[in-house]
Structure formats: structure tokens, C-alpha cells
């Protein structure tokens, strides 16, 4: 039989998974694994276990439930063990944004039966300084207003909870004087935000166009710091609304391998959505199609996949 190896953090969103548990495990036991349940006891915990699954040598496959920090914890265990093994990915958390970028479905039963059904998927992982990070290293303002707005708030009035919350941050926001290089170019300004992705949306919210998983490049978008509530909350419609031109006057948008920030003080940073430390100078990279995923048929596939099936078609 398979094996697998389900590390759960029944902790994670509304702790949905502690009723659809034992539906979980007979879609998986039905599907022809046998699984070792591990649920996390504390912080770092998913960090540990996915290491051990991967050293091991045990497990075919290991799978995730909780929310984005949980998956974080795994995909560090999973470099740092150097020979990672497939993972695949049950969103239960807040805002679930990996889990979008993947089209993974929001039902905990139907993404069960998605990686018992699904393929591969070979995906970029950033290294901040060094650390890994799954999809979106940040600085900046905007980190309270995007992960610290109530979530029943989101529900209720979506992106204009976003909006309100921003602009209440006005008085005291602060802007850092930043030299960014990048792939032998260099800008330097006072950036009130910034951030280094590799993902559809973030928080749920800010929605990211031309952007893919593994093609060796992150998404950069640097915003100058507004003078009044009006230009901010220009900025942040361009930022909401995936239709609207980007004002390169206070927001830069470019995509980059390799991404160095300097700044005269230490500037605090969030790694998927949880604190990352703070530092003067910071080097982001990108590890290219470092870890595979196991997704469903909705998901995208690599280069490699979509010119063999395409090959395949056609002598068909």
C-alpha cells in the first residue's frame, strides 16, 4: 500500500477538520494509502514532522491541513530535509491564498478526493535571507491593514473593509528609505509597502494578474508613500481591482529572480502572513520548481506537462 504521512493542525480556521476527520481518512484508506495522522502541537511543530516524514524514507506522500502558516511550517521542513518528498494541500485556515493560486477546492472532503485523483505540480519557493517562504515576503503598512482587518468584517463588506481599515492608518504610517536591486537593476525611494510574491491574491484580497508558480520569477510591487487619504485610496483601488492600470507614480510593478533591500534601519517583515524578523538588509531568491504538489485536474501544470499532453493530443 501507499503510505502517507497527514500532519493536520485541527486548530486551523473555524477547527472544521476535527468533524470531517474521519471522512478524510476513509477517502484517503479508500484510495489506497496508508496513512500516520499527525496533529501539530504547537509552533514549528509541521516543521518537524514534515522533515521526519521526508528523512524517513517511509511515506509516499505527505498532506497538509491547517492554514497558510501551517503549509509554511511543512514546505520548511520539506527544503530543509533536501530530498522533499510530494505534498498535498486541504485548506482550513482564514484566507487560504496558496490554496487559491492552486484552484484547490474550499470543501475539505472535495480537496481530499482532489490529491487522491490529481498529478504533480513542481513549485517555486522563495528563500528569505535564510529562510523559506511559500508565496508572499512583505514590508510595510499595508501588513496590519491586510492580515489585522476582523475577518467577520472581510465577510461582511469584502474589500471595502480593506479600504477603511488603510485609511484609518494614514496619521502614523511610515515609509522607509529603501534601495531595492534587482537582476542588475536598482530603484531607490521612500516605499510605505512592499512586497515579493509568488501567488494569485493575498489576505484573500489583493488580487495579482500574470503571475505563475514556476517560472523562476517573483511579482514585486513597491508603493511610495500617498500624501493624502486621496491618493491612498487611488492606490489601493489599483491594487483591488485586477482591471485597473497601476499609477507608476506611487506604485512600481516588475518581476525579478533575485530581489536585495537596503534600508539605514531595520525593517520589519511578514512571511505568509507571519512574522519573518527584521533587518537592514534582506536577499530574497527563488528555489525553482523545489517542491512538488499534488493538485487536482483543475490546477495548472508545468511547461513539461502541458507540451506532453499537448504531444499526446496530436498523435492521438
Known amino acids: 500500500m501507499k503510505k502517507m504521512y497527514f500532519i493536520t493542525n485541527l486548530h486551523s480556521g473555524k477547527s472544521t477538520m476535527r468533524s470531517k476527520l474521519p471522512a478524510v481518512l476513509n477517502i484517503f484508506t479508500a484510495a489506497g494509502y496508508e496513512v500516520t495522522v499527525r496533529p501539530t502541537q504547537g509552533r514549528r511543530d509541521a516543521t518537524a514532522a514534515a522533515e521526519y516524514a521526508c528523512l524517513s524514507g517511509k511515506y509516499d506522500l505527505i498532506v497538509c491541513s491547517g492554514g497558510d502558516g501551517t503549509l509554511n511550517e511543512v514546505v520548511q521542513g520539506l527544503m530543509y530535509s533536501r530530498c522533499p518528498i510530494p505534498v498535498g494541500y486541504i485548506p482550513c485556515g482564514s484566507t487560504n491564498d496558496f490554496g487559491r493560486s492552486l484552484r484547490i477546492p474550499g470543501d475539505i472532503e472535495e ?27 512583505a514590508f510595510g503598512a499595508f501588513i496590519e491593514s491586510v492580515y489585522d482587518t476582523p475577518q467577520n468584517v472581510k465577510n461582511v463588506i469584502g474589500h471595502l473593509a480593506y479600504v477603511l481599515h488603510a485609511m484609518t492608518l494614514i496619521p502614523s504610517i511610515h515609509a522607509y528609505h529603501m534601495k531595492v536591486e534587482f537582476d542588475g537593476n536598482v530603484v531607490e525611494d521612500d516605499y510605505l509597502y512592499g512586497m515579493v510574491s509568488n501567488t494569485a491574491s493575498v489576505a484573500g484580497m489583493l488580487k495579482l494578474k500574470n503571475f505563475r508558480l514556476d517560472d523562476g520569477m517573483f511579482e514585486v510591487m513597491l508603493i511610495r508613500k500617498p500624501s493624502n487619504v486621496i ?8 491594487i ?6 497601476i499609477d507608476e507614480k506611487y506604485v512600481k510593478y516588475f518581476r525579478a529572480r533575485n530581489i ?5 534601519e531595520e525593517v520589519e517583515w511578514t512571511l505568509d502572513g ?4 527584521a533587518f537592514c538588509e534582506t536577499e530574497i531568491g527563488i528555489c525553482n520548481r523545489a517542491v512538488t504538489f499534488w493538485v487536482g485536474s483543475d490546477a495548472p501544470c508545468n511547461d513539461a506537462e502541458t507540451d506532453e499532453a499537448s504531444g499526446m493530443e496530436k498523435e492521438a
Open 111 to 137: 480537496a481530499a478526493q482532489q490529491i487522491t485523483q490529481g498529478h504533480p505540480y513542481h513549485c517555486d519557493i522563495g528563500l528569505f535571507n535564510s529562510r523559506n517562504f511559500l508565496y508572499v515576503a
Open 231 to 238: 491618493q491612498l485610496s487611488k492606490i489601493i483601488a489599483q
Open 260 to 264: 536585495r533591500f537596503i534600508s539605514n
Open 240 to 245: 483591488l481591482d485586477i482591471n485597473e492600470e
Open 274 to 277: 507571519e512574522f519573518g524578523g
